[in-house]
Antibody, heavy 120, light 110 residues
Framework: QVQLVESGGGVVQPGRSLRLSCAAS????????MHWVRQAPGKGLEWVAV????????QYVDSVKGRFTTSRDNSKNTLYLQMNSLRAEDTAVYYC?????????????WGQGTLVTVSS | QSVLTQPPSVSAAPGQKVTISCSGS????????VSWYQQLPGTAPKLLIS???KRPSGIPDRFSGSKSGTSATLGITGLQTGDEADYYC???????????FGGGTKLTVL
Protein backbone atom coordinates (compact mmCIF):
# COMPACT_ATOMS: atom_id res chain seq x y z
CA GLN A 1 0.00 0.00 0.00
CA VAL A 2 1.08 3.57 -0.63
CA GLN A 3 2.83 5.10 2.33
CA LEU A 4 4.36 8.54 2.83
CA VAL A 5 6.25 9.30 6.02
CA GLU A 6 7.52 12.80 6.78
CA SER A 7 10.32 13.54 9.20
CA GLY A 8 12.63 16.38 10.18
CA GLY A 9 10.22 18.74 11.87
CA GLY A 10 10.93 20.45 15.17
CA VAL A 11 11.44 23.76 16.90
CA VAL A 12 13.80 26.18 15.16
CA GLN A 13 14.72 29.82 15.72
CA PRO A 14 13.76 32.50 13.19
CA GLY A 15 16.34 32.83 10.44
CA ARG A 16 17.60 29.28 10.83
CA SER A 17 17.23 26.32 8.47
CA LEU A 18 15.53 22.93 8.54
CA ARG A 19 15.29 20.06 6.07
CA LEU A 20 12.20 17.90 5.86
CA SER A 21 12.17 14.43 4.35
CA CYS A 22 9.33 12.33 2.98
CA ALA A 23 10.00 8.62 2.61
CA ALA A 24 7.78 6.95 0.02
CA SER A 25 6.90 3.28 -0.36
CA UNK A 26 4.30 1.07 -1.99
CA UNK A 27 4.48 2.67 -5.43
CA UNK A 28 6.98 3.59 -8.17
CA UNK A 29 8.15 6.86 -6.65
CA UNK A 30 10.15 7.86 -9.74
CA UNK A 31 6.97 7.99 -11.83
CA UNK A 32 5.03 10.53 -9.80
CA UNK A 33 5.12 14.23 -9.15
CA MET A 34 5.12 15.19 -5.50
CA HIS A 35 3.85 18.17 -3.53
CA TRP A 36 4.36 19.85 -0.19
CA VAL A 37 1.28 21.28 1.54
CA ARG A 38 1.27 22.99 4.92
CA GLN A 39 -1.32 23.82 7.54
CA ALA A 40 -0.74 26.47 10.19
CA PRO A 41 -2.25 25.71 13.62
CA GLY A 42 -6.03 26.06 13.42
CA LYS A 43 -5.88 27.22 9.79
CA GLY A 44 -6.60 25.81 6.35
CA LEU A 45 -4.43 24.05 3.81
CA GLU A 46 -1.78 25.96 1.88
CA TRP A 47 0.03 24.53 -1.12
CA VAL A 48 3.79 25.05 -0.83
CA ALA A 49 5.65 23.38 -3.68
CA VAL A 50 5.59 20.80 -6.47
CA UNK A 51 8.35 18.78 -8.10
CA UNK A 52 7.84 16.68 -11.18
CA UNK A 53 8.85 13.03 -11.28
CA UNK A 54 12.15 13.82 -13.03
CA UNK A 55 12.82 17.19 -11.31
CA UNK A 56 12.35 18.94 -14.66
CA UNK A 57 9.76 21.29 -13.15
CA UNK A 58 9.56 22.85 -9.71
CA GLN A 59 7.26 25.59 -8.50
CA TYR A 60 6.67 27.32 -5.18
CA VAL A 61 4.10 29.51 -3.50
CA ASP A 62 5.25 33.14 -3.58
CA SER A 63 5.74 33.37 0.19
CA VAL A 64 8.54 30.76 0.16
CA LYS A 65 10.23 31.51 -3.17
CA GLY A 66 13.95 32.08 -2.68
CA ARG A 67 13.86 30.48 0.79
CA PHE A 68 12.56 26.94 0.24
CA THR A 69 13.87 24.33 -2.20
CA THR A 70 12.34 20.99 -2.95
CA SER A 71 14.29 18.08 -4.36
CA ARG A 72 14.07 14.31 -4.60
CA ASP A 73 16.28 11.25 -4.70
CA ASN A 74 14.49 8.66 -6.80
CA SER A 75 17.11 6.04 -5.91
CA LYS A 76 16.13 6.46 -2.25
CA ASN A 77 12.39 7.03 -2.81
CA THR A 78 12.68 10.21 -0.82
CA LEU A 79 11.39 13.75 -1.24
CA TYR A 80 13.02 16.73 0.49
CA LEU A 81 12.12 20.27 1.45
CA GLN A 82 15.04 22.51 2.39
CA MET A 83 13.72 25.48 4.35
CA ASN A 84 16.05 28.44 4.89
CA SER A 85 15.55 31.84 6.54
CA LEU A 86 12.59 30.50 8.46
CA ARG A 87 9.98 32.91 9.76
CA ALA A 88 7.34 32.66 12.46
CA GLU A 89 4.68 32.48 9.75
CA ASP A 90 6.24 29.25 8.44
CA THR A 91 5.04 27.48 11.59
CA ALA A 92 2.78 24.68 10.38
CA VAL A 93 2.30 20.98 9.91
CA TYR A 94 4.00 20.10 6.64
CA TYR A 95 2.52 17.30 4.55
CA CYS A 96 4.00 15.61 1.51
CA UNK A 97 1.43 14.40 -0.99
CA UNK A 98 1.55 12.37 -4.18
CA UNK A 99 0.23 13.89 -7.38
CA UNK A 100 -2.55 11.73 -8.77
CA UNK A 101 -1.05 11.89 -12.23
CA UNK A 102 -4.37 12.34 -13.96
CA UNK A 103 -5.92 15.52 -15.25
CA UNK A 104 -5.35 18.55 -13.06
CA UNK A 105 -3.56 18.86 -9.74
CA UNK A 106 -4.83 16.23 -7.32
CA UNK A 107 -3.23 14.92 -4.16
CA UNK A 108 -4.26 11.28 -3.88
CA UNK A 109 -2.08 10.17 -0.95
CA TRP A 110 -0.86 12.21 2.00
CA GLY A 111 1.67 11.63 4.73
CA GLN A 112 0.81 12.07 8.40
CA GLY A 113 2.62 15.41 8.52
CA THR A 114 5.52 16.81 10.50
CA LEU A 115 5.25 19.90 12.70
CA VAL A 116 7.62 22.81 12.20
CA THR A 117 7.62 25.48 14.87
CA VAL A 118 9.59 28.66 14.27
CA SER A 119 10.09 30.45 17.54
CA SER A 120 12.80 32.13 19.56
CA GLN B 1 -7.44 35.18 2.19
CA SER B 2 -7.82 32.03 0.09
CA VAL B 3 -7.93 32.12 -3.70
CA LEU B 4 -10.95 29.81 -3.68
CA THR B 5 -13.99 30.76 -1.61
CA GLN B 6 -15.90 28.26 0.53
CA PRO B 7 -18.53 28.85 3.23
CA PRO B 8 -16.89 28.58 6.68
CA SER B 9 -19.49 26.15 7.95
CA VAL B 10 -22.52 24.10 6.99
CA SER B 11 -24.75 21.87 9.07
CA ALA B 12 -27.53 19.38 8.60
CA ALA B 13 -29.23 16.53 10.42
CA PRO B 14 -28.25 12.87 10.09
CA GLY B 15 -29.66 11.31 6.95
CA GLN B 16 -30.05 14.66 5.22
CA LYS B 17 -28.13 16.12 2.28
CA VAL B 18 -25.69 19.01 2.24
CA THR B 19 -23.80 20.86 -0.46
CA ILE B 20 -20.55 22.80 -0.13
CA SER B 21 -19.71 25.42 -2.72
CA CYS B 22 -16.29 26.46 -3.99
CA SER B 23 -15.99 29.64 -6.02
CA GLY B 24 -12.97 30.63 -8.07
CA SER B 25 -12.05 32.39 -11.27
CA UNK B 26 -11.21 31.81 -14.91
CA UNK B 27 -7.56 31.15 -14.09
CA UNK B 28 -8.23 28.33 -11.63
CA UNK B 29 -11.58 26.52 -11.53
CA UNK B 30 -12.55 27.93 -14.92
CA UNK B 31 -9.51 26.35 -16.52
CA UNK B 32 -8.54 23.33 -14.41
CA UNK B 33 -10.01 20.28 -12.73
CA VAL B 34 -11.19 20.51 -9.12
CA SER B 35 -10.59 18.04 -6.32
CA TRP B 36 -12.13 17.76 -2.86
CA TYR B 37 -10.57 16.62 0.41
CA GLN B 38 -11.94 15.55 3.79
CA GLN B 39 -9.93 16.23 6.93
CA LEU B 40 -11.18 14.52 10.06
CA PRO B 41 -10.04 16.09 13.35
CA GLY B 42 -6.35 15.48 14.02
CA THR B 43 -5.71 13.62 10.79
CA ALA B 44 -4.20 14.26 7.36
CA PRO B 45 -6.50 15.26 4.49
CA LYS B 46 -7.99 12.48 2.39
CA LEU B 47 -8.96 12.66 -1.28
CA LEU B 48 -12.72 12.48 -1.81
CA ILE B 49 -13.24 13.67 -5.38
CA SER B 50 -10.78 14.09 -8.26
CA UNK B 51 -11.16 15.61 -11.72
CA UNK B 52 -14.38 17.44 -10.74
CA UNK B 53 -16.53 14.38 -10.17
CA LYS B 54 -14.53 11.14 -9.90
CA ARG B 55 -14.60 9.13 -6.70
CA PRO B 56 -11.46 7.18 -5.80
CA SER B 57 -11.82 3.57 -4.88
CA GLY B 58 -13.33 3.20 -1.43
CA ILE B 59 -15.18 6.52 -1.39
CA PRO B 60 -18.92 5.86 -1.04
CA ASP B 61 -21.31 7.18 -3.66
CA ARG B 62 -22.88 9.40 -0.99
CA PHE B 63 -20.15 11.83 -2.01
CA SER B 64 -20.39 13.59 -5.38
CA GLY B 65 -18.76 16.49 -7.16
CA SER B 66 -19.70 18.83 -9.94
CA LYS B 67 -18.32 21.88 -11.68
CA SER B 68 -19.88 24.66 -13.69
CA GLY B 69 -17.92 27.60 -15.02
CA THR B 70 -15.82 29.02 -12.21
CA SER B 71 -17.59 27.19 -9.38
CA ALA B 72 -17.61 23.67 -8.02
CA THR B 73 -19.84 21.85 -5.57
CA LEU B 74 -19.41 18.91 -3.23
CA GLY B 75 -22.56 17.03 -2.33
CA ILE B 76 -22.97 14.63 0.56
CA THR B 77 -26.16 12.61 0.99
CA GLY B 78 -27.29 10.36 3.82
CA LEU B 79 -25.26 12.34 6.34
CA GLN B 80 -23.62 10.41 9.16
CA THR B 81 -22.01 11.68 12.35
CA GLY B 82 -18.74 10.29 11.02
CA ASP B 83 -18.89 12.83 8.18
CA GLU B 84 -18.19 15.66 10.63
CA ALA B 85 -14.95 17.11 9.28
CA ASP B 86 -13.36 19.99 7.42
CA TYR B 87 -13.77 19.88 3.65
CA TYR B 88 -11.45 21.61 1.18
CA CYS B 89 -11.61 22.21 -2.54
CA UNK B 90 -8.40 22.50 -4.51
CA UNK B 91 -7.11 23.09 -8.01
CA UNK B 92 -4.25 24.64 -9.97
CA UNK B 93 -4.18 28.34 -10.75
CA UNK B 94 -2.68 28.87 -14.19
CA UNK B 95 -1.98 32.57 -13.63
CA UNK B 96 -0.26 32.08 -10.29
CA UNK B 97 1.38 28.81 -11.42
CA UNK B 98 0.52 27.46 -8.01
CA UNK B 99 -1.78 25.05 -6.30
CA UNK B 100 -4.67 26.72 -4.52
CA PHE B 101 -7.18 25.64 -1.89
CA GLY B 102 -10.40 26.98 -0.50
CA GLY B 103 -10.41 28.15 3.09
CA GLY B 104 -12.21 25.01 4.19
CA THR B 105 -15.76 24.29 5.32
CA LYS B 106 -16.57 22.74 8.67
CA LEU B 107 -19.44 20.27 8.43
CA THR B 108 -21.52 19.70 11.53
CA VAL B 109 -24.00 16.84 11.59
CA LEU B 110 -26.54 17.90 14.17
Amino acid sequence: QVQLVESGGGVVQPGRSLRLSCAASGFTFSSYGMHWVRQAPGKGLEWVAVIWFDESYKQYVDSVKGRFTTSRDNSKNTLYLQMNSLRAEDTAVYYCARDYGGMGTTFDYWGQGTLVTVSS
Amino acid sequence: QSVLTQPPSVSAAPGQKVTISCSGSSSNIGKNYVSWYQQLPGTAPKLLISENNKRPSGIPDRFSGSKSGTSATLGITGLQTGDEADYYCGTWDSSLSAGVFGGGTKLTVL
